[in-house]
Nanobody
């Protein structure tokens, strides 16, 4: 069983930065691939970034590439999403998710554990 708690969302202006954190209540985070998904108003959810168990094998959606950085600290059982140069279209609820596919995957159906989500609102 894995419990995930996101934090760090908020309301910012376009061009600003935010860092989301996802802290896991789990025996060890090393066994899990981790990802950040988001769902904007009237949009389908998308995987914006994912990372393998050892911090490698990262993936970014084209919409966030070169602006967002995903990282993890297994000792702290925490995954981060550094979001830079935020745009209005980044407005969404951001969810942290964990999968037993340790190298990571973008398949939403393989993520068994989800956080409650944190709202990010970007004003243009």
């Amino acid at each position: 069983q894995v419990q995930l708690v996101e934090s760090g969302g908020g309301s910012v202006q376009a061009g600003d930065s935010l860092r989301l954190s996802c802290t896991a209540v789990v025996r060890t985070l090393n066994a899990y691939g981790m990802a950040w998904f988001r769902q904007g108003p009237g949009q389908e959810g998308e995987c914006v970034a994912r990372v393998g168990w050892n911090g490698g094998n990262t993936y970014y959606a084209d919409s966030v590439k070169d602006r967002f950085v995903i990282s993890r600290d297994n000792a702290k059982k925490t995954v981060y999403l550094q979001m830079n140069n935020l745009k209005h279209e980044d407005t969404a609820v951001y969810y942290c998710a964990a999968t037993r596919v340790a190298v990571g995957t973008s398949r939403r159906d393989l993520y068994r554990y989800w956080g409650q989500g944190t709202q990010v609102t970007v004003s243009s």
